[in-house]
């Protein structure tokens, strides 16, 4: 059975845009295509950062010769990166944070981009290792519209995306949530259902 990697970056639960649509797209897949459902929640998962020198210079050690504090401070990264690579189809909610992603899935990302699991460094430059992989990923914003050059989330999706070998990626966007909240999320909704998977 193929898996499915949701990954939520808002830190607001019951009230969150992001997550709502996600619900419906991940309703969607597992109606349409046999998943089994990973999540991971990049606020209330505690992701710890890349906090210290121990846990950068393990990304940059082999693990036979890491230390003891070098293996604990990279466990976290290990469990993600892996679990990230072993997954098939990949449903990011991500809003709109100061122009950017919110800092939660930026920690993810520094925690999942591992050289030797998700890319590989050649003599042509790095290099993805994840094949045949398809992202959802839907963004929400308030007031910037996405597509514009203060758009600072499609194109980092796109490039962390393919930096990794992800390139077949379904954007669903859900801007300018602060104009008419009520129909720009039904069109997302509708959307997302008439997505052919
Ligand atoms: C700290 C913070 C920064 C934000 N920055 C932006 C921004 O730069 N541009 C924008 O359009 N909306 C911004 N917003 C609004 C969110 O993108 C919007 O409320 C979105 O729906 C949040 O997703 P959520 O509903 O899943 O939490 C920001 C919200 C917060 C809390």
Redesign the pocket.
């Known amino acids: 059975m193929k898996t499915l990697l949701r990954i939520d970056s808002?830190?607001?639960k019951s009230?969150?845009?992001?997550?709502?649509l996600a619900d419906v797209l991940q309703s969607k897949l597992e109606a349409e295509v046999s998943y089994t459902t990973k999540n991971r929640d990049t606020y209330y998962d505690q992701l710890i950062h890349l906090g210290n020198e121990d846990s950068v210079t393990a990304y940059f050690t082999p693990e036979n010769e890491q230390t003891a504090t070098q293996k604990e401070a990279i466990k976290a990264s290990n469990i993600l990166a892996t679990e990230f690579a072993e997954a098939d189809t990949y449903l990011f909610?991500v809003?709109?944070?100061?122009?950017?992603v919110?800092a939660g899935l930026k920690t993810y990302i520094d925690l999942i981009s591992r050289a030797g699991i998700s890319f590989q460094y050649t003599e042509n430059g790095p290099q993805g290792l994840l094949k045949n992989k398809k992202a959802y990923v839907i963004i929400?914003?308030?007031?910037?519209k996405l597509g514009t050059e203060v758009d600072h989330v499609t194109g980092y999706m796109t490039t962390f995306l393919n930096f990794l070998g992800i390139t077949d990626i379904e954007f669903i966007n859900?801007?300018?949530?602060?104009t008419n909240a009520e129909e720009i999320l039904e069109g997302a909704k509708t959307k997302i259902q008439n997505l052919s998977l």
């Open positions: 808002s830190p607001r009230t969150s845009i992001s997550r709502q909610a809003p709109m944070y100061n122009f950017s919110s929400t914003t308030g007031g910037t859900s801007d300018l949530i602060m």
